[in-house]
């Protein structure tokens, strides 16, 4: 078989690229990562990603892929084995369903609540705890959104972690405990205690400190 | 089943996706002022068409809907079988999905220099697909698709022949212009021509009429009764 050649550009605080990371080693594929500075962005980033320059890019034997939801499904396609979407065509689309659904609606929604105080930021909290009702309402009584064994959806829920933490670093109240979201509580125990994931997941005091300065001074400038 | 509104771009994608693989569906219109409850039921989170029902169970959200018809129903493919291909097809209806359709739903619903920003956007946006449909397509490759057949680029990107230029009349810009997107309208002539696709082209005047009262609507701008 040939040399296959994996890299993955990436920076370290994304929940984005952390998904790819995820995907490639549930796969147990070999990869180079290759770490962005975004305020000086490389040559060969610019080159593999031209109309978004945005990581993550995954390039495999030279060939570049980008969006994190087309890579992983590219992921899961190219190596079979450990399938991270469900087989069944309807299982599938559910997953894809509300992986968009937390790009769309979640992401946006945890973005706003970090620059946001007062009213206005009781109304995203308010508005995030809906949506992550909803997601429980996926969840339901399953160990993960996968099943037994984490799956595309969960791996796409990681931005739930970077909110978190993001809270954490402004000393708010967190938005996921256990008596308003039970269901996915536990599911985050979980998540954060299988052993591919929490490879996964940025060191947590360097993603506070870097949450702190990153959220701290846009509200303090207000 | 699908559930649909008779002016919605994404409900044409899916019934483009049905017709090319020769499905047999029921189509049911829905009120827009008035959503049926089978509707609220089966897409409780968004209450939105388009809704695909298969053996009662159901789909929503167009991309979502095309990729599983792709996986159910396995003649006539829409997505290309090697995954690098699908991947890049993928990459581009996402792109679509946020420049294009994104961009030109909001200037529909913006005046003064909130849809001055957005039509720029646009415009940049169909330069990019201006791009692509030069490095793609010519005379033997008239679809993103490739060859003589469409595919799923194809299917996402086909609500501009019909809706763009209607929107364009309605929100009062232009961004279509076949002197710079010459590929593009090429592109855009063939698609039409489609013989599974040319019959579901609703008329101009029909989509005008109907979202001028979208746009009035949205602005709040009373019409003179």
Redesign the interface.
């Known amino acids: 078989m040939a040399e296959e050649e994996v890299k993955l550009f990436g920076t370290w605080a994304s929940p984005f690229s952390r998904r790819i990371e995820v995907a490639l080693k549930l796969k147990g594929v070999q990869y180079e990562y290759i770490e962005e500075n975004l305020t000086n962005k490389s040559p060969a980033l610019l080159n593999y990603n031209p109309?978004h320059k945005q990581i993550p890019v995954l390039v495999?034997n030279g060939?570049p892929?980008?969006?994190s939801?087309?890579?992983m499904?590219?992921v899961d396609?190219?190596w079979k084995h450990n399938p991270i979407l469900p087989t069944d065509?309807?299982e599938?689309?559910?997953a894809?369903?509300w992986a968009?659904?937390i790009d769309d609606k979640l992401w946006p929604a945890a973005k706003k609540v970090v620059v946001t105080k007062g009213e206005e930021q009781k109304g995203v909290i308010d508005e995030i705890e809906h949506k992550m009702k909803?997601l429980e309402g996926e969840l339901k009584e399953k160990k993960f959104f996968g099943g037994e064994s984490l799956g595309f959806l969960d791996i796409a829920a990681n931005i739930i972690i970077w909110l978190l933490v993001a809270q954490e670093a402004l000393g708010m109240d967190q938005i996921l405990n256990e008596e308003k979201l039970p269901a996915l509580h536990g599911w985050l125990q979980r998540l954060l205690d299988d052993a591919v994931f929490k490879e996964c997941v940025p060191p947590k005091k360097r993603h506070l400190d870097f949450s702190k300065v990153k959220f701290g001074s846009s509200i303090a400038s207000k | 089943m699908l559930l649909g509104f008779w002016f919605s771009p994404f409900v044409k994608r899916v019934e483009w996706a049905l017709k090319f693989k020769g499905i047999e569906y029921d189509y049911v219109e829905e009120d827009l002022t008035n959503k049926s409850t089978l509707l609220l039921t089966s897409n409780p989170i968004h209450k939105k068409v388009p809704v695909l029902l298969h053996n009662g169970k159901p789909i929503a959200e167009s991309l979502v809907i095309i990729e599983y018809i792709d996986e159910t129903w396995k003649r006539n493919p829409i997505l290309p079988q090697d995954p690098y291909e699908r991947a890049m097809a993928r990459f581009w209806a996402n792109f679509i999905e946020q420049k294009v359709t994104k961009s030109t739903k909001e200037a529909l619903v913006s005046q003064g220099e909130q849809q001055e920003k957005k039509v720029k956007e646009l415009k940049e946006a169909m330069d990019v697909v201006e791009g692509e449909a030069k490095a793609k397509l010519n005379d033997k490759t008239l679809f993103f698709g490739g060859g003589n057949g469409v595919g799923y680029v194809d299917i996402v990107l086909g609500w501009t022949c019909n809706w763009m230029e209607t929107i364009e009349e309605v929100g009062g810009f232009k961004v279509l212009d076949p002197e710079s997107q010459p590929q593009f309208h090429k592109w855009m002539a063939n698609f039409r021509e489609v013989p599974f696709i040319k019959p579901t082209m609703e008329p101009k005047e029909k989509l005008v009429e109907f979202f001028r009262m979208l746009r009035q609507d949205r602005l709040g701008l009373v019409a003179n009764k």
């Open positions: 109309v495999h060939k892929v980008a969006e939801f087309v890579i499904e590219y396609e190219t065509p309807y599938k689309a559910m894809r369903f968009k659904y909803n």
